[in-house]
């Protein structure tokens, strides 16, 4: 039986030492700004790209990467004996994972290759690669590593704060936070994703409130719960990702947490000091 490659994408935000761990690839999107064209967190880290932000006067574009550098991936894996899963940022945000699956159907017949929408992006998405890696590590086969990606898909979530919706708004990926454009004066969206889309729940006057109100809603999914995992992730923002993700760990008591930048091009849709609590149980 020949062992299971996870593959995702730069979204995931999965912390190095454990890409390292459990040998999981990640094909990087692109991030356009002017006439420079860059790796989302190879050729342009989050400390980089915040720095050049605070100063440009021209917003960068994003891109996903091109269905030959997932077909040159996939390759490369089945060469070396190893079946592969993809499991790659939601495709009502990105075109990633059309790309992949365009990929895989031109892959020599009989390959074993699974594709998989996570219907979420960040460390959401993150935590369905890192438990079905963990799975592939411990032997189980393609089927099961894609079935328990699955199963965390259906037991985990993610609410974040940002600071204003004009770059949700900017980058076509505002979805049903639209409703909030124009009344969100002197207050904090709080947002999360659903069926793989981005949408609006509540409004909260200040960052310290709004950095509560994520607290709640994730201490109110995962109460009475087991296995409980926790993750932060921030927009130029560790402090506040910290305080978080101490809080919610203090309630919650979970058996894993952890921490990361938004990549680039996560960060530029959602732009500077968005806070997010991603969430897993169960498993």
Request: net charge neutral; proline share 3%.
């Amino acid at each position: 039986m020949n062992k299971v490659a996870i593959l995702t994408d730069s979204t995931a935000n999965i912390p190095a030492e454990l890409m390292k761990e459990y040998n999981i690839q990640a094909i990087p999107l692109q991030l356009i700004w002017g006439k420079d064209t860059f790796e989302d967190g190879v050729t342009l880290t989050s400390y980089d790209f915040y720095e050049r932000l605070k100063v440009s006067k021209v917003l960068p574009s994003t891109s996903q990467p091109s269905v030959g550098k997932f077909q040159q991936t996939m390759l490369a894996l089945l060469d070396r004996d190893y079946d592969v899963l993809g499991i790659f940022l939601s495709s009502k945000l990105s075109g990633t994972f059309q790309a992949a699956s365009q990929a895989r159907a031109l892959l020599p017949v009989g390959n074993k290759v699974e594709i998989i929408d996570s219907q979420m992006t960040t460390l959401a998405m993150g935590f369905q690669v890192l438990m079905a890696a963990r799975a592939a590590n411990q032997g189980a086969n393609l089927s099961e590593c894609a079935r328990i990606a699955e199963q965390v898909r259906l037991n985990s979530g993610v609410y974040f704060m940002v600071d204003t919706l004009e770059f949700l708004h900017r980058g076509g990926r505002i979805g049903g936070a639209q409703r909030f454009l124009g009344t969100t004066l002197g207050t904090k969206p709080i947002l999360y994703m659903n069926d793989g889309k981005i949408e609006s729940l509540d409004r909260v006057r200040t960052k310290s409130k709004a950095l509560e109100r994520l607290g709640e809603l994730v201490t109110e999914k995962c109460t009475g719960k087991t296995s409980i995992r926790l993750a932060s992730v921030h927009a130029n923002a560790t402090g506040d990702a910290e305080t978080l993700l101490n809080t919610a760990s203090q309630k919650l008591n979970p058996v894993e947490t952890l921490t990361a930048d938004l990549s680039p091009v996560i960060g530029i849709h959602a732009g500077p000091g968005t806070v997010a609590l991603a969430y897993m149980t169960g498993l």
